[in-house]
């Protein structure tokens, strides 16, 4: 039997160490980490290779068990847009008092030892969020100034690699095994959740946290799209339980 953490939507870490702390995991387990966003891939592999000393809350980065993935966790292998956020309407939002100590705040949380870096970073085309999720689609309604900011350009698409989770997952572990799941997908959630539950939740999976969010969903009006994403909560919710999953809601 092994134990492992499974980290989706690792961005700078944040979650991987609020995981780390509350499950005391440690260097025994097989954790693998899933980032599509480039950028971000490669600022958090920097800050891995540049940072002697860190926060005791961020010792894992010295780690040899950790596997990080330059991918997104979907319902197929192969490759898929992924829309990266400006910063450039950030930008213009410097000199706003609500910004402004929105971006102190991050810078704290920084110096504390709360954060490895500012996870709203001006100078890359990732801050305040990324998706694999046509941006067309997210409901601004009632969000906070941060996120109603948010701006996607053509320019600043890529292409990512993708993995069918689904099908992974199951590649790897074995019923006996203990498998934990952070789901923080930016809208992913529902697709990528509703067939690992259809292709059959696995034994070992023990463990499931999950920060939802709102989009609106294709061909639909933003009021049907709140039904069928509620639907589909209530869907994913009922089926670990049904199989003895604990789940979380994860923010």
């Not at 499974?6 to 005391?24: C, E, M, P, R, V």
């Not at 990080?68 to 990266?84: K, P, R, T």
């Not at 990732?126 to 997210?138: Q, Y």
């Amino acid at each position: 039997m092994k134990k492992c953490f499974i980290d989706l939507g690792t961005h700078f870490g944040n979650g991987l160490a609020s995981h780390i702390q509350h499950y005391k995991i440690d260097e025994t387990w097989e954790i693998h980490t899933f980032e599509p966003n480039i950028y971000t891939f490669n600022e958090l592999k920097n800050l891995r290779m540049t940072i002697k000393d860190p926060h005791s809350r961020y010792s894992w980065i010295h780690w040899n068990n950790i596997e990080y993935h330059n991918a997104a966790a979907w319902i197929f292998d192969g490759d898929i847009e992924f829309h990266c956020c400006t910063a450039e309407n950030s930008n213009k939002m410097i000199g706003q008092k609500d910004f402004d100590e929105y971006l102190e705040l991050c810078e704290k949380e920084v110096r504390d030892g709360i954060s490895l870096k500012s996870i709203h970073d001006l100078n890359l085309p990732t801050n305040a969020g990324s998706t694999i999720v046509d941006p067309r689609l997210i409901d601004r309604e009632g969000h906070n100034f941060i996120q109603k900011s948010l701006e996607f350009r053509e320019k600043d698409k890529i292409k990512a690699p993708c993995i069918d989770f689904s099908k992974w997952i199951r590649s790897k572990f074995h019923d006996n095994d203990e498998v934990i799941i952070k789901v923080d997908i930016e809208g992913a959630e529902y697709f990528v959740l509703e067939k690992l539950i259809q292709d059959g939740i696995p034994p070992f999976i023990k463990n499931v946290n999950i920060e939802w969010h709102d989009w609106f969903i294709p061909g639909s009006t933003p009021s049907d799209s709140k039904i069928k994403l509620w639907q589909s909560k209530n869907f994913i919710l009922n089926s670990f339980k049904a199989k003895n999953v604990h789940v979380e809601d994860w923010e």
